[in-house]
């Protein structure tokens, strides 16, 4: 029982309601992207989003209370697990849209990419956990971690997902960064990573190259490519400094706005609530991604600064490209807007990520 009240008492109140806050700002504007009039029966989205929130919420607190350090030694076996779901994606998944992404369980549309980001995290941490040796990482010693990402790198892309297959390559990037690569295998990365890049361009899919041109000149195809980013751009241009009020954004309710529950729910926000409601909600995300780095900075051990730095990793860039997206500043490649955005896969397994921040700092005071 005292065990219960001393974590209670550094149970980190901050971190949690700032994600609570999030996800209430996702059901928000998930509501209102589908919102059809006061006498219209509420969407089944809306009641799923929220049930997901529930679900989440008790996810983050159960993580909390759970030890991260045993994470570590079912780093593999997660690991393998979810390459296991990706496999079982491109072998029996359900398509929709052009893409093979999902599993199908009834309740919950299972999303295996979203597991693949803990999952990469966490066995790329469980490598990294030991100090460097004197100089930093050799080339050689980052041919596991490449491995390691490199295989569910590729069964995403085979879905297709580039935006999931940029998010596992960017926080595993920035992992090995931060845990001391050699300044010289670093540059030797950076400039693989160069030669590497037409090899790529030549395996995307035709609209994906498309996407990734657009986004310079969207005017040049505004029906086909650069139709997202058009829109996207229109909605948030015409929220203003205050915005429209919430339900009255036009964009998502005369359906100009593309996955408007999902990749562009920023646009649907900022339509409504303007610039001073962005600002918020961002403000919202500096606040978590930095609390994220300070329990980092301060865990009791390397594996739980890697870890924090790992799962704050990917709620910052799956922000910067998600927002990058919707105001122009970088192509489409489909990615969510982490606690907002419409989903139960995202949404659940970044709350559990979440709460394993929250155990990360709580435990550097009871043990």
Known sequence: MALDRR??????????????????????????????????PMEPLVVRQLIWIGVGV????????????????YAYPFYAAALGLLIVVAVAGQST??????????????EPSELAKLAVVLVIVHYLRE????????AHQMLLPAVLVAIPVALVLKQPDLGTALILIMITATLVFISGLNWRTMAVAVLGAVLAAPVAWHYLKPYQRERMVSFINPQSDPLGAGYHIIQSEIAIGSGGAWGKGIFQGTQARLNFLPEQTTDFI????AEEFGFAGSMLLLG???????????????ARDRFGSLLA??????IFWQVAINIGMATGMLPVVGITLPLVSYGGSSL?????????????????YLF
């Not at 008790?58 to 030694?73: N, P």
């Not at 919202?284 to 301060?298: E, F, N, P, S, T």
């Not at 659940?348 to 550097?364: C, E, P, T, W």
């Open 7 to 40: 974590m209670l008492l550094h149970f980190d109140w901050t971190i949690f309601m700032v994600a609570v806050a999030l996800g209430g700002v996702g059901l928000v504007s998930v509501l209102s992207a589908t919102w059809a009039g006061a006498h219209h």
């Open 58 to 73: 008790a996810l983050m607190r159960a993580a909390a209370l759970f030890d991260y350090r045993v994470l570590s030694a």
């Open 97 to 110: 849209g052009g893409s093979r992404r999902w599993i199908n369980l009834g309740l919950l549309k299972l």
């Open 131 to 138: 100090e460097p040796p004197r100089g930093g990482w050799r």
């Open 266 to 269: 920023f646009a649907v926000y």
């Open 284 to 298: 919202l995300y500096v606040a978590l991604i930095a609390r994220g780095a300070w329990i980092a900075r301060h």
């Open 309 to 314: 730095l790992g799962v704050s990793g990917i």
């Open 348 to 364: 659940i397994a970044m709350m559990a990520a979440v709460g394993v921040l929250i155990s990360i700092n709580m435990r550097r």
